[in-house]
């Protein structure tokens, strides 16, 4: 019938009795004739308490080492699996990431993939069983264990779906797909039935926690179809995740609203107006490996311009160290910031073809007496920073204002 891939995470098999519920469920897509590969995650809490003990050693555990006792974690969930799978009268077989083959560069903790060896994979199913793979994990070209970072699971099993060919990828999560925003801040939210590669990336790099970046990334690259379901609950279709040529994505505007309290702006005011200054500032943070987000650059008094920019909210401490140190290199005046934003974001394929989409935006924000630090724009997406003790008003009069808050038609 099928070549399907199912990832489920950390809280899906978070016990025996959930390890056994998602066995159940393979083996009723086994049954009705299609080949599985199953990616799993470690049992919730065990990467936390992995991390813990390496951390009880040396305070910056060796990457390397680091790595060998986190692949332990989703080592005991694929043998969990098989198991379960094997009781059930399903045949099943389990691989770690290093007997595929997940071949990745060296960048221990947030290595990428390189490539993959279906080979042994597709004997297995050939054979009739289920194969069973550890996710979040690789090995290098001199043979040690790496490791994909935090949410590596969704991106092996979207990587394995590219190798494989396979149908679909569905990704099992303790939601039952994608919303039109967080429905513990909007209870009117609803799920959709279908996204697009473009929206997701947006929503998941701007807030949205149900996939992982990397792995929307990767299926965007390599044209995986996704579909996000709740292993939680028995049958539901879920939100699949595809292309903008798949369906009329005209029908609504904006298809939905993100938010991401990880957010600190920084303002350096009175810098010379003059070629490279941009990148003497922008350049020492960098070099630090901290991120930076949105920038804004506003004309000063007297051939000075103030400089604003946003950086993740654990940086933010760090940052401005940094840039206190570069103050009086470049003649710069105050230098102040302010860790208690949010981004709030707007997201839609149908923005460009609508006008007036970031207007409305200002206006309903204006109307609660919201007021807008910082704008970002692109083709599908209208970012701001504001206070973030509006987050969740401004996600609700919006919500309100894009009328995402309608029952689907």
């Known amino acids: 019938m099928a070549l399907i891939v199912q990832k489920y995470g950390g809280t899906s098999v978070g016990s025996i009795e959930r390890i056994q519920n998602v066995a159940h469920r ?23 308490r992995l991390v813990a003990l390496a951390e009880s050693l040396q305070e910056i555990p060796d990457p390397r080492e680091l790595d060998v006792v986190l692949s332990t974690g989703e080592q005991v969930t694929i043998g969990l699996l098989a198991m ?20 990745t560069d060296q960048a221990h903790t947030k290595a990428r993939i390189e490539s993959i060896d279906d080979a042994a994979m597709r004997q297995d199913l050939k054979e009739g069983k289920v194969v069973i793979v550890a996710g979040f994990q690789g090995i290098d070209g001199n043979g040690d264990i790496t490791t994909l970072g935090r949410g590596g699971s969704d991106t092996s099993a979207v990587a394995l779906a590219a190798a494989l060919k396979a149908d679909e990828c569905q990704i099992y999560t303790d939601v039952d797909g994608v919303y039109t925003t967080d429905p513990r801040v909007v209870p009117e939210a609803h799920r959709l039935d279908k996204i697009t590669f473009e929206e997701m990336l947006e929503l998941a790099s701007l807030g949205s926690k149900v996939l992982q970046i990397r792995s929307v990334e990767f299926a965007g690259k390599y044209r995986v179809r996704l579909r996000v379901l709740s292993s939680l609950e028995e049958g539901g279709e879920g939100t699949l995740i595809t292309f903008e040529e798949d369906g009329n994505m005209e029908r609504a505007i904006i298809s939905g609203i993100a938010f991401d309290k990880n957010q600190a702006r920084i ?42 920019f946003t950086v993740p909210r654990n940086d933010y401490r760090r940052a401005l160290k940094i840039l206190e140190d570069v103050q009086s290199n470049i003649g710069a005046g105050e230098v102040n910031g302010d860790d208690t934003v949010v981004k709030v974001s707007i997201v839609g394929m149908g923005m460009r073809s609508h006008v007036g989409v970031a207007s409305t935006m200002f206006r309903t924000l204006a109307e609660e007496g919201i007021n807008i630090q910082m704008i970002s724009t692109s083709e599908i997406k209208v970012s701001v920073i504001i206070e973030e003790k509006y987050t969740e008003l401004a996600t609700r009069v919006l919500h309100k204002a894009f009328g995402l808050d309608k029952p689907k038609v």
Do not use: C
């Not at 379960?84 to 071949?103: C, D, E, M, N, R």
């Not at 003497?280 to 506003?298: F, K, T």
């Open 267 to 308: 303002n350096i005011r009175g810098v010379p107006d003059k070629p490279g200054i941009a990148y003497q500032i922008l350049g020492s943070i960098a070099d630090a490996n901290i991120e930076v987000d949105m920038i804004v650059q506003n004309v000063g008094a007297e051939g000075t311009t103030d400089f604003s």
């Open 26 to 48: 393979v083996a009723k897509f086994k049954k009705a004739g299609h080949d599985v590969v199953v990616v799993v995650s470690a049992m919730s809490g065990e990467t936390n």
């Open 84 to 103: 379960a799978l094997q009781s059930i009268g399903v045949p099943a077989k389990s691989y770690t990431g290093w007997q595929v083959k997940v071949k």
